[in-house]
């Protein structure tokens, strides 16, 4: 089992899964990072880290090469580039990467979560993808998403994001999630 105190969750402290997160990432004793950005709402604040402008910069992406690659539009206001560039942050810092959302037809992940799972694909990273209208685990190998069980955090840098609107089997994989992985 692995030791909780070594372990370090990379977020965003967002409403939600990433909340939810960073409770039983405090419950069972892990270090949280959240990242955030001046005039970003959060619900969490333990571990917060403020990127400055410079640093959001260093993450910024084409906002028409995101639509195109999400197959969707996104808005282009200041505020939501931030966001974008911020789950950029979260999704290099960790080795891993969980999110709770749907799986959509085209094998993305709806709303911004699903810029978060798309980064993770394209940074090569394990990504675990809980689809709540599906009620099981994915994970994404090649080019598609398989089924799996209930996963394990394997690396002590490991990153979660998703919806807002967390539900029930939500939560209740996350729990499983840290009471596997962590006891």
């Known amino acids: 089992m692995a030791n909780p105190s070594e372990h370090i969750l990379y977020s965003g402290g967002a409403r939600g899964t990433e909340a939810y997160f960073g409770e ?11 990242y955030s950005f001046d005039g970003h709402k959060l619900e969490r604040s333990r571990g917060l880290r403020v990127l400055t402008a410079d640093e959001l910069e260093l993450k910024d992406v084409s906002l ?3 639509s195109r690659l999400m ?3 996104y808005s282009v206001a200041p505020l939501f580039r931030k ?13 891993e990467v969980y ?3 749907v ?5 993305t992940v709806k709303g911004g979560t699903g810029w978060g799972a798309e980064f993770a694909k394209i940074c090569n990273k394990p990504l675990y993808v809980f689809g709540q209208a599906k009620n099981a685990w994915f994970r994404w190998e090649k080019n598609e998403w398989i089924e799996v069980e209930t996963p394990t955090i394997s690396h002590r840098h490991f990153t979660a994001t998703g919806t807002r609107f967390l539900e029930e089997n939500g939560k209740k ?11």
Do not use: M, P
């Not at 799986?103 to 094998?107: G, S, V």
């Not at 994989?173 to 006891?183: H, P, R, T, V």
């Open 173 to 183: 994989a996350i729990e499983e999630l840290f009471k596997k992985s962590f006891g």
């Open 64 to 66: 028409t090469y995101v």
């Open 99 to 101: 999110v709770v959302g």
């Open 71 to 73: 197959n969707r539009s």
């Open 24 to 34: 039983l990432a405090e419950k069972y004793g892990l270090q949280e990072v959240n």
């Open 83 to 95: 966001v974008l560039q911020s789950i950029c942050w979260q999704i290099s810092s960790g080795h």
């Open 103 to 107: 799986i959509q037809e085209d094998n």
